[in-house]
Each structure stands twice: as C-alpha cells, then as structure tokens.
C-alpha cells in the first residue's frame, strides 16, 4: 500500500492544455474519488498516474518515488476500465492469473491467489468460462479479481460500473466499498456520477475544466460547497440559485431582496452594500406554505408548475418570481399545479457566492 | 412459420433466374469434365455422361503437365501471401494503432494503388521485370501481386485491428506484460482470424490472376494454372473441351470452397465477448 | 474489393484509436517496407509508360528519340482505337448499369430473413471466388454452337437455337460478354448494397410503419434514399473495375470478330504484345491511366462526404 503525490502536474495536446497544474496528495489507504462533468480531465488524470499519458509537466511521485518517466509495467498500479479490458481468449481464471504469470509466479501461488480472490468475488463457478459467457456484473467483477490478485500499490478505477444497469450498479457500489473496508488499499476512482463519489469516497476531488474545484470529504462538500460549481454538482435534485445584490439591514445586518422579499444573510459572509451576489439553497432546505408568514418571518409567493411524486418525496416544480425553483418534502402534497404558495428561505442553510467568481462568501 | 415458409419461397423464387445462370456453368463443367472426348463431339449433346469417365482428369496431369501449372500457381499464391503480409502487417498495426506522419497521405496513397489496374501498366511492368532479369520468373509474379494486393490487405488488417479495443493492450501493460508480450500474448492471438482471412484473400485473388501471368511467364512449363488453361483452348488443333472443363474444375472447386467459407466469416465479423 | 473495408465504419471509441503522441517518424519505420514495394513494382512501371509514350520506340522496345505528344496524335488517327473507344463505353455502361439494376433487387432479398439464406448468399456471391479467365472460358464453351450447353438446354427446351453460333456475330458476341461481365460484377456490387441496407436501423423501418407506410412506400421512400451513397460508391468501383477488366473479351473473342469486341485494354494488349507498337500501347494506356485516376479521385470524394454523413 502506498501514498501518491500529486504537484502541479499538467496535460496539453498540442495547444491545448486539459489540465492545468493539479495538486494532490492521496494518503496510504485512502479512497480518492475523482469526479466532474465529462471533458473536465479526469480520466486524463487517472491515465497519467497509471502512465498511460505522458505527463506534460509537473511532477508524480509514488511513495516518494519520482514516476514521471517509469513505463505503467513498471507503477505496479492495478487498473480496472469502464470496458473491463478482460481478454476475450482467456479464461476467468486465465484472465486474473495473467498478472502474476508475466510475473513468473510458480503455478501454485497463482491458483491460490486467484481462488481466494475469486472466493471474494463470488466467481468461483466461473473459472473456466470465457469472459463472452459471463453477466455484465461478473465481468466487473472479474476486472477487479484481475486487480486484487496482485496486491498493486494502488488501484485505479475509470468508471468501472458505467456500463452496469442502475440496480445492479448499487449493488456493484456496496461491493467496492466493502472490498475496499477489507482489503485497506489505496484507491483512486473515476466517475460522473455524483452519488458514486459521496457513497464511495473518503475524499472527493470535483474537477472542472481541467482545474481542481475543491477537495474534501463528502459531507464538507455537502455541507461547504467552496464555488458555485461544486454547490450545482453535488446533490441531487440540483440547488436552487438564484442571484441578488447585498442591502445592509438597520441593524447591520446583510440582507438579500428576492420576490419583493428581503432576507437576511448568515452573518458570517464576507459582502458588502450594492455587491452582486448568488444564492444557493438545496431542495431539501426549503420550506412551503400556504400563508405567507411563518415564525415571524416573510415568504416569496410562488406557483406551482409541475408536481413529481417519488413515493419518499414530493418535488414540486414552482416559479418564484420568474427563476425555477425545485423543493423536495416529504410530506405528502395534495395541491395542483397552478396552484399558489409561499416559499421561505432560511439565513441558516443558505450558501452565498460571489456573483462575480463564484467563490463561496460564507 | 407457415408464413416464413412462403416468404422463403417467395424469396428462392425472386433469386432463381441469377442462381441458374450462376451455377449454369458448373453443371456445364461437371458434366463435360466426365464425359469422354467422342461423346461431346457427338451431333445430338446431352447432359449425363453415357458412363462416369476419370480419364480426362489423368490425361490432364500425365501427358499434359497441369500438375506443372497448379505447382506454379501454388508457389506464386503462397510467396504472394506471405510478402504481401510480411508488408501489410506492421503498416496496418502503425495505422490502427500509432501516430505516422503523412497517415491520411498514405491512405490516399494506398487507395490509388489499388485502383490502378496492373494490365493498364502491363508494358511498364514488362520492362520493370525485363529490366531486372526476371521475364519468365515466378518470383516476378510473387513480388507483382504481392505490390497490387497489398493494399487491400492493409486496409483489412487495420479494420480487424481497429475491433481489437486498445484497452486489452493497456490492461495488459498495467498488469506488467511489456510492449513485446503484450502483442504477443493479447493483441496476436486476437487478430489471428483476421489474419488467416486476409491471406485468404490475397491467396485467392492471386490464384486467380491472368493478365500479369501471361504477359510476364512466356515459357509454358511456367504457366499458372488459369493462363495454361486458357491456352489449352489455342495451341491444339480441335479444342479438347472435356480436357479443359477438366482443368478449369480442378482450378476453381477447391479456391470457391475456401472463398464460401470465409465469405460467410467476414460477414459474420469478428463477434469477441471481451468487451460490451 | 477495396470499398468492402474501406466504406465499413470502423469501431472502437474515440478513446481507442486516438494517437498516443510523441514518437512520430520513427514509426515511419512501420510503412516504409510498403511504401518500397508498391513504388518499385507500381510507381516504376508509371514512370515507363509514360516515358514510352512520349517517345519513338522500336519493336524490340528500344527507346529512339522523343515523340512529344506525337503518339497520342497516331492512336487517335487510328479507327480501330476510335472503335474500341466507343465499345469501351458501350461495355462500361452497359455492364455497370446492368450489375446495378439486378444487384438491387438481389441484395434486398438477401437482406430478408429466410430459409436457407446463407446458402442463397454464398451461390450469389460463388462468380467472386472464380477466376475472370476460368469464367470466361467456360462461358466460351457454354455458348460454343456446335457443343455448347446453352444450345443444349434452349433446344430441350424447346426453342429453335440448335447449332446457333453466338460468338460468331460482333454483336451477339458483344452481348453474350456484357452478360458476363454482370454476371462477375455482382458479387461486389451485391456486398456493397448488403452492407448499406445493413447499416439502416430497423427502428426506421418500425416508425415510417408507425407513420402509416407500406412495405412499397418504406422501399422507395427510406430503402433506396439511404442506399445512394453507397449506389455511388458501387457504380465508380464497377466503373474503375469493368473499365480495364480484360479477361473476359480476351478469352471469348479476343476483341474480334473484325475488332468488334476490342475495348481500350484489349487494343493496347494487341498493340503492344501482338503487333509490337509500345509507343502507341503506352500512349493509349497513359490516356486510360488518366480516366483511371479521374475516377478515383471521383471515388475518395465520395467515401469522404460518406465518411462525413456518419
């Protein structure tokens, strides 16, 4: 198991630069998930650790050693791809084994590494059959037989279960998160799906167009979103936004007018009088009425355009003061589009951003 | 599946005219091939031979020397395969699979080589081999082919090369194979089938060339197998047809046999599970 | 048979086939044996027939002087090579429109589902396998008027053609060889229009019948639109092939009777192998060298606003 070290390593094609200067350190053990809008470099990114891209500039380092030159045979990292890459004319077992017989491994280490792997990953059935003959989920999970029996520094993952269907894709998540409980082993995984990164990850790394956006756990991202990228990109359904200009209330206090409304801002955010500003309020975090006043304080009056039953939840779909708004109960909601109500916004729970560079102001 | 039946009907029935014309001449073949030489020289022509007759076949070989001719054709095919391969194969891999400076010149390049028909350079390919010594040599006819076929080769190559995801070989390399192992134990065996269709072709498609051969090999003990028998027709005083549809038999069953199996292949694709 | 791969749309993922970048000439290395062969065994025997055919050779081809454009003014003064121009076109035409009309209706009942399909297919496509000279030369004795088959079957059948000699008249022989030449030519042809109908998605199919379209309607209003590109590409392909294609006349009749089955290819074989003239023979092939090349060029235009549409 190993620690990698990341310093303003960049990526261009000709002139076109895909990463500019990334900087990571992945601690030993630790699950890295990599994720953003498809285009943002992160694949780039994993194929230059795995050293299947040159590295433009900057420098790797694998356990303090520098691998910017050191051909992939030679990284000891373990990769499993979005199309699985299992050779089509060999076995299952042929396939997991073929590591460790380029290694040249006495027969009897590799059967016994490939059976306990294979006990792990319920394969042990399917030794014998050619990868053509098995499920998508089993030949996701042999791509990762392939990985363990090596016992790699790291493992590499590149949207390993885009191609699954979405029950089995939970399914395939669980697995890969209590492998990586089990076997304790430095991972960094590709994907674009948000719900992949906060289940999966120790730390999220959110890349946007070739640039870190923000690093940390799932809950900080959750909770801290630093820009206005991260905030749109993590949770679903979408955040709210909608954009305002700063007015500083009798008691000092900043406030926002929004639908003919002024409310109040967290007092910690860094604004002042006449400055544009984006407000961000998860789905989760708003609250419907039918009156106007609730708790003393005012809402934004708002129509209903479209009602979505989940079963869990109700989103409903309104129009407050002409920006679309989406907010998630779970109460259950007897009401019909165009239905009138009031929207109420909480100091607490609202994320404020500079209009101007989106960068988070609270 | 009674409707299915009347459609297949239907469908043999649309197709019959092209099917008849098409196997037309080899009952044509068959039933001369096995009659003796009086009983087609006969006024009143029939279609079944009055007994099953080999002999031709033997004449064609003992007094005749086709054996000579089909000797001949097989070194020609064969050496044609094998360079046209040994020159097609790392063009095709750079092509699929490398950056090459000039790659969609040489494409071009290679398209207007395999327009250009040989008879249309006969002369100039006369005087090349004249120039060289090589008038009345099989390699001529090797190396000849092997330049007019190696085009298609290449391209047929890369498109089997291009199914062949190039996640195998990364696969392969992060699992420690180096670049040499890695085609030999992943990308080879892959492609072999794409290999073993593609020197099909050529050998196919160089058996049965005639215009190159005739002009090039004018001694008859060098004569390939169709050029011999187009001149069997000419050089005797009444043409021996039960000789000739002898040979043209022997000549053309075996090469459409192999070309009806791998015709089916090609269209079939390479199906290869290991991906989707 | 080049148009099989090269109109095929190749797969793998963008992620695949893109490039790794650096190491740029030394992969030269990987082309460089190719690029050798065709120039010495194709780009040489170039450079003579265009040499030839500016100069004054004698029949031993011994070059003895420049000609300037002095050949090409002797091939058109000749009549027979005006002859052969004309029947060339007459050929050209006749073969490639003739391969096309049954090579439609052919490919779209291959394309059906039916019993026995893949034995319909490889009969169809059988003509590939043999040689154009074996071919011929059986097609010569099918026809031959004293013994030959076709006789035999039209007179069991009871039509009056005992003893008729086909290849006797220009014209009857022209015709028999035309049959022929459609007869080779719609393997190919055949492979392409399959390949074009393969690549229509079924789903197209199912909503024009959604949208209320017969089988008819959905024939000339999605089937045939679709094929035109690839009808383009097989028509310049059989152009290229038929326009130079030798075997067939050389063996049947060998452009006689009286030239009246001579083409461009056959004139310039007698020319040059038969009556020693390599000017002349140069001179002319240079000119059908040109056509070749305008039709290729015709033909990379097409495959690239194919390759454009996909």
Known sequence: MSSISINNLTKSYGNVQVLHGIDLEIQDREFIVLVGPSGCGKSTLLRMIAGLENISDGDLYIDGSRMNKVSPQKRDLAMVFQSYALYPHMSVAENMGFSLSLRGEPKSVIEKEVGEAAKVLHLEDYLERLPKNLSGGQRQRVAMGRAIVRHPKAFLFDEPLSNLDAKLRTHMRAEIKQLHQALGATSIYVTHDQIEAMTLADRIVVLNAGRIEQVGTPLELFDKPMTKFVAGFIGAPTMNFFDGVVEIGEDQTPLVRFGGVSFRMPQNARVERNMPVTIGIRPQHLCVTSSAERNGSQGVRASIELIEQTGCETNLLLDVAGAPFIVQTKNRFHAHAPDKLYVHLDTETMHVFDTANEQRLN | ?276 | MSAMTSSKPTPATTKATRPRPGQGFSNLAFILPSILLSFVIIGYPIFEVVRMAVSDVNRFGKIQGFEGLGNFFKVFEDPIFIQSTYQTIIWTVSVVGGTVLIAIPVAIILNEDFHGRSIARTIVLLPWAVSLAMTALVWRFVVNGDFGTLNLALTQLGLPFNNHPWLATATSAFTIEILVGILVSIPFTVTIILGGLTSIPVTLYEAAAMDGATKWQSLTRITIPMLKPFLQIAIVLNVIYVFNSFPIIWIMTNGGPANGTDILITYVYKQAFAFGKLDIAAAASVMMFLVLLGFSVLYLFMTRQLAERN
């Open chain 2, 1 to 276: 599946m009674p409707r299915k039946v009347v459609h297949s009907v239907l469908c043999w029935l649309g197709l019959s005219p092209l099917l008849i014309v098409v196997l037309f001449p080899y009952a044509t073949m068959l039933s001369t091939a096995l009659k003796q030489k009086d009983e087609i020289f006969q006024f009143e022509t029939k279609w079944l031979p009055d007994t099953l007759y080999f002999g031709n076949f033997v004449e064609l070989f003992v007094d005749r020397g086709f054996g000579r001719a089909i000797g001949n054709s097989l070194y020609i095919s064969i050496g044609a395969t094998l360079v046209s391969l040994l020159v097609a194969l790392p063009a095709a891999y750079a092509l699929s699979r490398l950056r090459i400076p000039g790659q969609s010149a040489f494409r071009t390049y290679l398209l207007v080589t395999q327009m250009i028909s040989p008879i249309v350079l006969i002369i100039g390919l006369f005087r090349l081999f004249a120039y060289l010594g090589m008038i009345n040599d099989l390699n001529a006819l090797v190396f000849a082919h092997s330049a007019f076929y190696m085009a298609f080769a290449v391209w047929m190559l890369q498109s089997y090369f291009d199914t062949i995801p190039k996640e195998l070989e990364e696969a392969a390399w992060m699992d420690g194979a180096s670049r040499l192992k890695s085609f030999w134990r992943v990308f080879l065996p892959l492609c072999l089938p794409g290999i073993a269709v593609t020197s099909l072709f050529t050998f196919v498609n160089s058996w049965n060339e005639y215009a190159i051969s005739l002009t090039i090999l004018r001694e008859g003990s060098l004569q390939t197998a169709p050029v011999k028998i187009a001149f069997l027709t000419g050089t005797l005083y009444e043409t021996e047809w039960n000789i000739i549809m002898a040979a043209t038999l022997i000549a053309t069953v075996p090469v459409a046999i192999v070309f009806a199996s791998i015709q089916s292949y090609l269209i079939r694709g390479l199906s290869l599970g290991g991906v989707k």
